[in-house]
């Protein structure tokens, strides 16, 4: 087989029998954060097969199930074939075939009568996480709709990487990542790069090999461990990773705060820290040595149910391997305190000297300085429209420009109560919030209905879209679309080998209906025309186009250097030393402190825990955290019954250990009850002796799309939804951050009894939780 791969080496499309081969791309959706090199085998116009591509560095030939059962998704039967308009009440799944041209022309007209009543701000756009629209969707908000108001589905706190690159870009006037050699095209060659395998990794709230989150391939620090790397893993269960560990750190969810002050305080005290960078690159160290005083291994043991002494040996070990990388998720940003605790673990990598050195933490920019995310159109709004940004009272998102995106919890107040002004439409693309990113889904459901236009455009019809959408717009899937997409490194090109039915891509979309609204900002006539407009007018450091790129090149590594700061390669004066304020990395953060922020880190308990309010805990004795990761599965996605995915995962499952199982009077595979003071859920029980016997660990973003798709039922989107036991608008002083990771349950068994009236009825015609 390898002399086959290497034949076709450098080729992008050859024959193979009856099927055409082509090297590209794959994005989700469906998938996950990555662009990883594939190899699709299509025939007759239909996908057959994907295969990893060997000659991509990215992922070296090897791919995820999400990928492997991509066929089974974009030939699936369930997907919409052409565009939907309600002909029925919301909910009922009644339905109305259309044309791409008369769904513009009513989505057209809602929203210049929008324009006409109220205001452009009175659309707002929504998407998912991490995928291939992240600014085709901003862009047509911004530079269509006209309105300031894009974000992410009802994401509370905008807990999804957004706190952790708040923390970095005010700390360090840049992001970092875990250097395991992904920014080189010769990857783990050490004789021509500089990489050097991490001695250390901690694997900080992140099942990376489950996950690939945040443009992160788990497999690369599998490929580390065969290096030699060893592993520190911070996570309430015994991962596949934390299970390979020397050290793992079994810590309450919630208190990553808590233990990373512990290390600091552990580092600073025993003289581990990295006296030449501190000294010459940092600023506040005093400041942050006095604050961690207070924040002993005997304190912070208590908080996180870790022993002292495991703290301390986590610390040293981290501070004397030279060098060392931390990679971390999203347990970070879903508490309260996210960016604090953000602040904390950037602090460790800072003072041991592990900032932008090989195999440290390095600071990383999007190949060749493209610029198009979720800010991508927004300065062509006026700077009074751009000022009436729903949520813009919160100085990180609005006076620093660390991000241009609303803020979702003020949105869902602004539909309840039409302040600061009225929501009128909600556009939402591949996002299914009442399964997934709402926190409180009951909530959301409720508001939602309310909205007067609703447009979904998505792969499937999904419990939103079946609730709430006037007109539904078929999705095209990452085979099915013509793009380039950059996060990070490398610069990949997407290539179009397959048509479903009516589907479009979000370029095509964008394109069309932007076209009718504001053609001064869509000079182009299709998505390669776009994609070919982000290349050449976006991506300074890239000489190419569309053709290039996705027909010769399918992926480009820009050069990469380390240690930037020395080199004058960070600020725009061209001086050594970060882009901040002081030049420095800012352990003491005076962009925080000019705003009235706390400048340190530091923890404070969740509202809802055994130790903030212990008469709940009496009542709801196990922390419950939720949104663990699973092999099968992207946040909502693979749930049709059809792809392979579903076969092997076809329940909702919870976790629990074996004693409190027991002294339940539970067993494996009972369907079992989830519930606190705010609703409850059903889950079928799987025993994790791993965990910490306070401890229940949920699974997130369940519906069941082989069951009834009207009202009450919502394709059973309720029923098993974690988030109805999840509180919405409760962030961080900041506007960021939620705690999804840290509430308070009790769990009982499912008996015909208990049954008689599920969530989903229960929530859709009796109006019940959270109310």
Not at 291 to 306: F, G, L, Q, Y
Not at 476 to 489: I, L
Request: one cysteine or more; aromatic letters at 12%.
């Amino acid at each position: 087989m390898e002399d086959y791969y290497e034949s076709h080496k450098g080729q992008v499309e050859w024959q193979d029998g009856d099927y055409t081969v082509t090297r590209t791309t794959v994005w989700s959706g469906p998938g996950c954060h990555d662009g990883c090199g594939v190899l699709y085998y299509t025939k007759g116009g239909k996908l057959e097969k994907v295969e990893g591509d060997p000659d991509c560095a990215y992922n070296q030939g090897t791919l995820c199930m999400r990928c492997l059962e991509m066929p089974e998704a974009v030939n699936n039967p369930r997907r919409p074939t052409r565009p939907l308009k309600r002909v029925g009440e919301r909910g009922e799944n009644k339905w109305e075939g259309i044309t791409w041209d008369e769904a513009y022309d009513i989505i057209e007209a809602k929203v210049r009568s929008i324009w006409d009543e109220y205001a452009p701000e009175s659309i707002a756009c929504m998407i998912g996480t991490g995928r291939a629209n992240c600014w085709q969707v901003p862009y047509l908000c911004y530079s269509a709709f006209g309105s300031p108001n894009f974000c992410l589905g009802f994401l509370s706190g905008e807990s999804c990487f957004q706190p952790r690159s708040a923390a970095m870009a005010s700390m360090n006037g840049d992001f970092l990542i875990a250097d395991c050699s992904q920014q080189f095209e010769k990857r783990y060659d050490t004789e021509n790069t500089e990489w050097r395998v991490p001695e250390i990794i901690v694997n900080w709230g992140c099942n990376a090999v489950a996950s690939n989150s945040d443009n992160f391939y788990g497999g690369w620090i599998v490929d580390c461990m065969q290096r030699g790397t060893k592993l520190i893993t911070v996570d309430p269960s015994l991962t596949w990773l934390a299970a390979r560990s020397e050290v793992w750190l079994r810590l309450r969810p919630g208190t990553d705060g808590a233990l990373a002050l512990a290390m600091l305080n552990v580092i600073i005290e025993e003289d581990l820290w990295d006296h030449d960078f501190v000294e010459n690159w940092c600023y506040g160290f005093d400041e942050l040595a006095e604050r961690v005083k207070e924040w002993t291994p005997e304190r912070s043991a208590e908080i996180c149910w870790v022993e002292a002494d495991t703290i301390r040996a986590a610390a040293r070990r981290y501070a004397e391997a030279k060098p060392a990388a931390i990679q971390w998720g999203l347990p970070i940003d879903q508490a309260v305190m996210g960016i604090p605790t953000a602040q904390a673990i950037n602090a460790l990598w800072a003072i041991t000297g592990n900032t932008d050195v090989p195999g440290g933490n390095i600071i990383i920019r999007n190949a060749f300085d493209q610029n198009v995310s979720y800010n991508y159109g927004y300065n062509n709004l006026p700077a009074e429209v751009q000022a009436k940004r729903i949520g813009a009272e919160y100085p990180l998102m609005s006076k620093a420009g660390f991000s241009s995106t609303a803020h979702s919890d003020s949105i869902l107040q602004a539909i309840e109560t039409g302040e600061p002004y009225p929501i009128r439409m909600l556009w939402l693309t591949s996002t299914n919030p009442i399964a997934n990113m709402a926190s409180d889904a009951p909530r959301v459901f409720r508001a939602v209905k309310t909205v007067d236009f609703v447009v979904v455009n998505d792969l499937f019809l999904t419990p939103t879209a079946v609730a709430f959408a006037d007109i539904f717009l078929p999705a095209a899937m990452s085979p099915e679309r013509d793009m380039q997409r950059v996060w990070w490194v490398p610069l990949r090109g997407m290539k179009k080998v397959v048509q479903y039915a009516e589907a479009k891509s979000d370029d095509t979309v964008v394109t069309e209906l932007g076209k009718r609204l504001h053609p001064e900002n869509f000079p182009w006539d299709d998505d390669k025309g776009w994609t070919d407009n982000i290349l050449r007018t976006e991506t300074p450091g890239y000489d190419g186009g569309y053709d290039d790129l996705c027909n010769r090149d399918v992926w480009v590594y820009p050069d990469f250097e380390y240690r930037k700061h020395e080199k004058g390669l960070l600020r725009p004066d061209g001086q050594p030393g970060f882009n901040t304020p002081t030049g420095r990395v800012e352990l003491y953060n005076s962009v925080f402190s000019l705003w009235g922020y706390d400048p340190l880190p530091d923890w404070a308990e969740p509202s809802c825990s055994p130790y903030a309010s212990p008469e709940l805990y009496e009542e709801y004795p196990f922390v419950l955290t939720t949104g663990a990761r699973s092999f099968e599965f992207f946040h909502s996605e693979h749930r049709q019954p059809e792809l392979t995915s579903r076969e092997l995962h076809p329940d909702p499952l919870f976790e629990m250990s074996a004693k409190s199982a027991a002294e339940l009077g539970l067993h494996e595979g009972d369907w079992c009850w989830l519930e606190n003071q705010r609703g409850r859920c059903r889950q079928k029980l799987h025993v994790n002796p791993s965990l910490d016997d306070r401890v229940v660990r949920a699974e997130h973003g369940w519906w069941f799309p082989e069951r009834e798709a009207a009202e009450p039922s919502l394709y059973g989107v309720f029923d098993s939804n974690i988030n109805n036991l999840l509180p919405q608008c409760e962030n961080g002083v900041t506007g960021y951050g939620a705690p999804y990771k840290n509430q308070l349950c009790k769990v009982y068994l499912c008996t015909e009894e208990n049954s008689e009236t599920l969530p989903s009825l229960h929530v859709t015609k009796m109006g019940g939780y959270s109310k």
